[in-house]
T-cell receptor, first 113, second 117 residues
Framework: GNSVTQMEGPVTLSEEAFLTINCTYT??????LFWYVQYPGEGLQLLLK?????DKGSNKGFEATYRKETTSFHLEKGSVQVSDSAVYFC????????????FGKGITLSVRP | GAGVSQSPRYKVAKRGQDVALRCDPI?????LFWYQQALGQGPEFLTY????????KSGLPSDRFFAERPEGSVSTLKIQRTQQEDSAVYLC???????????????FGPGTRLTVL
């Protein structure tokens, strides 16, 4: 079946530090890959996505590249801000159908001033 | 409205009570999804509608869970005879469903936090 594995958290960084959050997946075919973010007190919102191999999704300074050879979709940001403190979820949507998302467990990021 | 709305935002039920959770998707969105999110976990799929048709209910944990979307817009998730293990945040999401490739963005509501005592 489909699955998403995220690195263990929580992660605490100082402002302006470099961020990497690892995500690997297991799926048949060519899934679409997503990063969702949940800010404190708010609902899940899409951060970025990639729908085919070697695509790079980007938004708000975050980037992730769809690597089929390593089945990975790691999230990176060159310089984090306090406002990036949130829970980050990696997710996949199987190929060939508009269907359910499979999520990872999520990781909490705290950025201190 | 501008986004997906859910009501109530919080629900406390005594064990054995029935509850009904409502979702108003974004206007014009064909697909509607329900997810369950336990504390400290990622959302897990419950069920999926395309217009009024329930195409996938494989994630519903038991026959106490029932969902409907009779007119292809508003959806209700009903849980009968609630148990403590039903305590979770229930999320609704909708998407346009114009792509067959799985890349459509799902837009999530704020969720309903259900606590069963």
């Amino acid at each position: 079946g489909n699955s998403v594995t995220q690195m263990e958290g929580p992660v605490t960084l100082s402002e302006e530090a470099f961020l990497t959050i690892n995500c690997t997946y297991t799926a048949t075919g060519y899934p679409s890959l997503f990063w969702y973010v949940q800010y404190p007190g708010e609902g899940l919102q899409l951060l970025l996505k990639a729908t085919k191999a070697d695509d790079k999704g980007s938004n708000k300074g975050f980037e992730a590249t769809y690597r089929k050879e390593t089945t990975s979709f790691h999230l990176e940001k060159g310089s984090v801000q306090v406002s990036d403190s949130a829970v980050y979820f990696c997710a996949l949507n199987p190929s060939g159908a508009n269907s359910k998302l499979t999520f990872g467990k999520g990781i909490t990021l705290s950025v201190r001033p | 409205g501008a986004g997906v709305s859910q009501s109530p935002r919080y629900k406390v039920a005594k064990r054995g009570q029935d509850v009904a959770l409502r979702c108003d998707p974004i206007s014009g969105h064909v697909s509607l999804f329900w997810y369950q999110q336990a504390l400290g976990q990622g959302p897990e799929f419950l069920t999926y509608f395309q217009n009024e048709a329930q195409l996938d209910k494989s994630g519903l944990p038991s026959d106490r869970f029932f969902a409907e979307r009779p007119e292809g817009s508003v959806s209700t998730l009903k849980i009968q005879r609630t148990q403590q293990e039903d305590s979770a945040v229930y999320l609704c999401a909708s998407s346009l469903a114009v792509s067959a490739g799985g890349g459509d963005t799902q837009y999530f509501g704020p969720g309903t936090r259900l606590t069963v005592l």
